[in-house]
């Protein structure tokens, strides 16, 4: 059994399902649940109930700069002396792993969606999506990200402990967070969210994404945009989705009038059901998606919410 860690992301007092999903991806190791801060006895029973045998509180002045962040958990990694460490491919896991490998000098494998821990392999989305590598690690602690939503959380209840780890560290950091802000009040983070809801180039108007807001939000779910979309300044380069855009992985993709390019197709593929909306049949996304309904999305969207 390896020690392996896992950094607990929290949101609203609750811990993530996405890194639920990474506990699950450790299971069968002896898991070193990580939080950054005071919350981890609040949290100890969720995180005991998807495998981890240890809770340990990071502590100290870390938050004003993911350095510092990163500086405490490399002093957790060796105070516990993990072989390995998971966390969520979003855009705080993206930051801190990348940091803690320079910190560690140790090969990090990000925005994975399978992880063997005790072969230290990890399998990889290559060339947009149209071929998977797996790849082995030589390192001594290895560190893995594994994209949001690719691993379902399962449970998988265990005795556990909290443990607190007093982060040695002194500011302040080479990169200091002056204001955090909301991208759209309300939603989840598209990276992470277990719905997503996109409109192409056919919402023709950036009023328009407000019929899917409306949707998303019966969903639970986050909206994104094609690149057809963006470039026609419908919707921000920030809701992108695709080769250039940001990858998704949620359990339910909705594509709204996206034609189904292979660079869309990129950022997309790996979500577990893929519904599309397109009035022309012959749309190539049909032949990718597990469901398609062919018509308007002006008409379908709508009657679809107020079906929800
Ligand atoms: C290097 C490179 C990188 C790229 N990166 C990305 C990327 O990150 N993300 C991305 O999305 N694209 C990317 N693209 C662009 C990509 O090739 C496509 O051009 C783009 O995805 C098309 O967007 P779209 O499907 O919204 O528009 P279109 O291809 O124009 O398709 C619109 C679809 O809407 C349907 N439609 C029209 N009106 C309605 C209606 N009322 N109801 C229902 N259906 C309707 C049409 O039948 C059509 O299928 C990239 C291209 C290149 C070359």
């Given at each position: 059994m390896a020690k392996t860690g896992v950094l607990i992301e929290i949101e609203n007092t609750k811990v993530k399902e996405t890194s639920l999903g990474v506990m699950t991806a450790a299971a069968g190791q002896e898991i070193y649940a990580l939080v950054l801060g005071k919350d981890g006895p609040a949290v100890k029973d969720a995180l005991a109930e998807y495998g981890a045998a240890h809770v340990v509180s990071i502590i100290g002045d870390i938050g004003a700069s993911p350095d510092l962040t990163a500086q405490a958990l490399a002093g957790a990694v060796k105070e516990y002396q993990l072989d390995a460490l998971l966390g969520t491919a979003g855009a705080t896991g993206r930051d801190l792993f990348a940091r803690l490998a320079v910190i560690l000098d140790e090969p990090l494998v990000s925005d994975c969606v399978a992880v063997n821990i005790s072969d230290k392999t990890a399998k990889k989305s290559h060339f947009s999506g149209k071929t998977f590598a797996t790849l082995k690690v030589d390192a001594s602690v290895f560190l893995c990200t594994l994209r949001p939503n690719t691993i379902d959380p399962s449970p998988a209840p265990c005795s556990c402990d909290v443990l607190e780890f007093a982060a040695d560290v002194t500011g302040p950091g080479r990169v200091r967070i002056v204001e955090t802000r909301q991208a759209k009040e309300g939603g989840p983070d598209l990276t992470e969210a277990p719905v997503v809801i996109t409109g192409g180039r056919a919402i023709k108007a950036a009023e328009n994404y407000s019929m899917l807001d409306e949707c998303a939000r019966k969903l639970g779910a986050a909206v994104g945009a094609s690149r057809a979309a963006v470039d026609a300044g419908?919707?921000?380069?920030?809701m992108q989705v695709g080769q250039t855009g940001k990858t998704v992985s949620p359990k339910l993709y909705i594509a709204c009038g996206v034609s189904g390019a292979v660079q869309h197709f990129a950022g997309m593929k790996t979500s577990k059901v893929i519904v599309a909306v397109n009035e022309d049949k012959d749309a190539p996304i049909f032949s990718k998606c597990d469901y398609g309904i062919v018509g308007d999305i002006f008409d379908v969207i709508p009657a679809l919410t107020e079906k929800l």
């Open positions: 419908f919707a921000p380069h920030t």
